[in-house]
């Protein structure tokens, strides 16, 4: 057998991670083979030595904390996320409804401009012409009819 | 089909006790082991829609606990290597015995991926699959590194004797 084939095989013998049936034709190469044995027996010194480290000491078992406290941790997390997203939508909502009034406010700060002279023409033309000559009121109609005309003709 | 909350309390009970000694032992303080174990626990619950399609129950709990310790030492900057701790804590009998001690400091001494994959065959008996599906890396990577972390730890040991002799 070759040296690297045979080494791959002790080791994953040492290891305890061959296969049964490798492992007994392993068995009877090495009954033929002293070198080889004496390699598989230190192989294997090293890998229980190394074991005996590894598992002392032993860490006393504790249970700390039971499966289905950290079940309601996860759902109290999820609720307690859902909540905080209820209050962000909430206090999202509440400044936009303050926000609104506001520009209601402004609409009404600055009305829309009259728009009689847009809606009948000949109504606003006898009227202007049964107001007084000074009137504001016709002044008034008459500023609104010049910029109604110039809006039609653009 | 068992329930989610019954599936998780089964692997509960199946593993938490060696997941518990294994994070222990890399751990400074038995509290930190047990807070770390409910995190993984915790983030087991998290993840119980991909319960059904774990192949290996064990493999993906260590794979989850180490991810939960990488991530302790990681916030606490703690510039050892997690395995250094518990080596170098290690109580008074283990090194009564000389063999014992020098064994002790050659694991301590090998890089920190082969002791990791080594520390997972022989201290938590974890198959060659189970080692490649925790670490992410491919089986003959495994194989390589135990075999590798073997050798240098038996060329470690055999130093001594062969000046003696």
């Known amino acids: 057998m070759k040296p690297d084939i045979l080494e791959r095989l002790l080791m994953d013998r040492a290891l305890g991670s061959l296969n049964p049936d490798a492992e007994v034709l392993l068995t009877d190469y090495l009954a033929n083979d002293l070198a080889a044995a004496m390699q598989a027996r230190e192989l294997q010194e090293t890998v229980q030595l190394a074991t005996e480290v590894m598992r002392n000491p032993a860490p006393a078992i504790e249970t700390p904390t039971q499966i289905h406290q950290l079940v309601w941790r996860h759902r109290t997390e999820r609720v307690l996320a859902l909540a905080a997203s209820f209050v962000i939508g909430v206090g999202l909502t509440a400044l936009l409804i303050h926000a609104n009034p506001h520009q209601e406010n402004v609409a009404l700060v600055n009305p829309p401009p009259p728009t009689i002279a847009k809606i009948q023409p000949a109504l606003v033309k006898n009227k202007i012409e049964s107001l007084p000559f000074w009137s504001n009121q016709r002044i008034y109609l008459l500023a609104s009819a010049a910029a109604n005309s110039k809006e039609n003709v653009q | ?165």
């Open chain 2, 1 to 165: 089909m068992q329930s989610e909350p019954g599936a998780i309390e089964q692997l509960y009970r199946q593993h938490s006790g060696e997941l518990y000694s294994y994070l222990a032992r890399r751990c400074p303080d038995n509290a930190t082991a047990g807070d770390l174990l409910q995190e993984t626990f915790l983030q087991v619950v998290r993840q119980t829609d991909q319960l059904p399609t774990v192949t290996m129950p064990r493999a993906w709990l260590f794979g989850i606990a180490r991810h939960m310790l990488a991530r302790h030492y990681r916030r606490q900057r703690d510039p050892l290597p997690v395995a250094q701790t518990w080596y170098e804590s290690a109580p008074e009998p283990v090194a009564k015995d000389d063999r014992l001690a020098a064994m002790r400091e050659a694991i301590r001494t090998l890089p920190a991926e082969l002791r990791d994959t080594l520390e997972l065959r022989l201290e938590q008996e974890l198959s060659y699959e189970e080692i490649a599906h925790v670490l992410d890396v491919p089986i003959g990577t495994v194989r390589s590194r135990l075999h590798n972390a073997v050798r240098q730890l038996r060329g470690t040991m055999t130093k001594p004797e062969e000046t003696n002799s």
